[in-house]
């Protein structure tokens, strides 16, 4: 049985848990849920999903808790949505601890401040997909040597999702939606880097 993992740091974290638990059902994997606070726990985990929520926050915990350190010993296989976008990242606008798993640049709140949050139809994975950006970032920039880099989406003019191996990074809150899509992806990918 495989173990996906949603780190529950701060942020959006039992929406992510539910969502994931639903998309598990949909595909009749033999995969179990569970929350996760600390390193020891992290790395009992084939895949781990990092919320969104105040990337500064979840990223000094990160690092003092040694859970970027087990998440690269093992390769594990993340999937980060907003502020987890930004920790995939390897640069940001801003001085903060990073995980740097993916080869991208991220510009937090490209879209602007809460009050700007909005929702729009975008399409992802061939369907169309209910996008929900509360702060949101947008990718500034990509390794565009790196074969294993996968654009996954785009808005306005803006990359919004990407896939590096396993890793995916999308900047909007699939969790705030009832669609499955996404976290059904992550667990397939997670299931193939796992055979
Ligand atoms: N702007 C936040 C950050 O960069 C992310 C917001 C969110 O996750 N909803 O940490």
Same mark, same amino acid.
């Given at each position: 049985m495989l173990k996906i993992g949603i780190l529950n740091l701060q942020g959006a974290v039992s929406e992510h848990y539910t969502i994931t638990e639903k998309a598990v059902e949909n595909l009749k994997a033999d995969v179990e849920v569970e929350s996760v606070r600390y390193a020891k726990d992290v790395e009992t985990c084939d895949g781990i999903i990092i919320s969104g929520g105040e990337s500064t926050v979840i990223g000094k915990l990160i690092h003092e808790r040694g859970i970027d350190k087990v998440i690269k010993e093992n390769k594990i296989p993340v999937f980060g949505t907003c502020a987890g976008m930004v920790l995939l990242s390897k640069k940001t606008d801003f001085d903060q601890p990073l995980m740097g798993l993916m080869d991208i640049e991220v510009k937090r709140n490209t879209y602007g401040r809460q009050k700007d949050s909005f929702e729009a139809p975008i399409e992802?994975? =061939?369907? @169309? $997909?209910? =996008?929900?950006?509360i702060r949101a970032p947008a990718l500034k920039s990509y390794d565009k040597s790196k074969e294993d880099i996968e654009v996954l989406s785009e808005y306005d003019g803006e990359i919004i999702a990407i896939k590096q191996g396993s890793n995916i990074a999308i900047s909007f809150h699939p969790e705030l939606t009832q669609d499955t899509l996404i976290? @059904? $992806?992550f667990i397939k990918e997670v299931m193939k880097n796992k055979n």
């Amino acid at each position: 049985m495989l173990k996906i993992g949603i780190l529950n740091l701060q942020g959006a974290v039992s929406e992510h848990y539910t969502i994931t638990e639903k998309a598990v059902e949909n595909l009749k994997a033999d995969v179990e849920v569970e929350s996760v606070r600390y390193a020891k726990d992290v790395e009992t985990c084939d895949g781990i999903i990092i919320s969104g929520g105040e990337s500064t926050v979840i990223g000094k915990l990160i690092h003092e808790r040694g859970i970027d350190k087990v998440i690269k010993e093992n390769k594990i296989p993340v999937f980060g949505t907003c502020a987890g976008m930004v920790l995939l990242s390897k640069k940001t606008d801003f001085d903060q601890p990073l995980m740097g798993l993916m080869d991208i640049e991220v510009k937090r709140n490209t879209y602007g401040r809460q009050k700007d949050s909005f929702e729009a139809p975008i399409e992802i994975l =061939g369907q @169309e $997909y209910l =996008g929900v950006f509360i702060r949101a970032p947008a990718l500034k920039s990509y390794d565009k040597s790196k074969e294993d880099i996968e654009v996954l989406s785009e808005y306005d003019g803006e990359i919004i999702a990407i896939k590096q191996g396993s890793n995916i990074a999308i900047s909007f809150h699939p969790e705030l939606t009832q669609d499955t899509l996404i976290h @059904e $992806y992550f667990i397939k990918e997670v299931m193939k880097n796992k055979n």
